[in-house]
T-cell receptor, first 119, second 111 residues
Framework: DGGITQSPKYLFRKEGQNVTLSCEQN?????MYWYRQDPGQGLRLIYY???????QKGDIAEGYSVSREKKESFPLTVTSAQKNPTAFYLC??????????????????FGAGSRLTVL | QKEVEQNSGPLSVPEGAIASLNCTYS??????FFWYRQYSGKSPELIMF????GDKEDGRFTAQLNKASQYVSLLIRDSQPSDSATYLC???????????FGIGTKLQVIP
């Protein structure tokens, strides 16, 4: 079955450490996204990518980095520069809006999420 | 002004009633509007998307869009306790891939 796989599901980090969250999709989607969710808050966009080797900053990119070396993969690194990284991280993917506009192209499919806790 | 605004709730409705969830957005160029449902500790799942002014119905759910007022709503008819969740409104700007979410409205359906 097609879907998005995020790993690990739970991750604990010591202060000062970088950690990388994995996101893999087999939906043949061109666009991929990373969101962060804090308790009682909506989803805030960290980064998104529309094509291999290209990505754009979202609303809260500081302290995070991404890569898009393969269409299927969009890993997120939470660096030590991110001062408050404890959160629920969600990866999503979609078709490109330009593929078929106004026809559900950019409906997001989400992974199960990764919960990061800083010790 | 936030790009997508929702009342965080909680919105409490009795079982069998109609739940009305509202969302406003700031970018007049937005073309895609989505409602997602999120259960506690889970990832969001799509309920509906709407592009055109007016109503769009799918089972017990109706999405309503008014671009002139920059307003989108979701009606849930015959609310069930299993509908208790957080409902997230999401919007994208016209021609762009970025999808922005509101804070979500927590719905509680009381048996």
């Amino acid at each position: 079955d097609g879907g998005i796989t995020q790993s690990p599901k739970y991750l604990f980090r010591k202060e000062g450490q970088n950690v990388t969250l994995s996101c893999e999709q087999n939906l043949n989607h061109d666009a991929m996204y990373w969101y962060r969710q804090d308790p009682g808050q909506g989803l805030r966009l960290i980064y998104y990518s529309q094509i291999v080797n290209d990505f754009q900053k979202g609303d809260i990119a500081e302290g995070y980095s991404v890569s898009r070396e393969k269409k299927e993969s969009f890993p997120l690194t939470v660096t030590s520069a991110q001062k408050n990284p404890t959160a629920f991280y969600l990866c999503a993917s979609s078709h490109l809006w330009t593929a078929f506009p106004l026809s559900g192209a950019n409906v997001l499919t989400f992974g199960a999420g990764s919960r990061l806790t800083v010790l | 002004q936030k790009e997508v605004e929702q009342n965080s709730g909680p919105l409490s409705v009795p079982e069998g009633a109609i739940a009305s969830l509202n969302c406003t957005y700031s970018d007049r160029g937005s073309q895609s509007f989505f409602w997602y449902r999120q259960y506690s500790g889970k990832s969001p799942e799509l309920i509906m998307f709407i592009y055109s002014n007016g109503d769009k119905e799918d089972g017990r759910f109706t999405a309503q869009l008014n671009k002139a007022s920059q307003y989108v709503s979701l009606l849930i008819r015959d609310s069930q306790p299993s509908d208790s969740a957080t409902y997230l409104c999401a919007v994208n700007a016209g021609g762009y891939q970025k999808v922005t979410f509101g804070i979500g409205t927590k719905l509680q359906v009381i048996p």
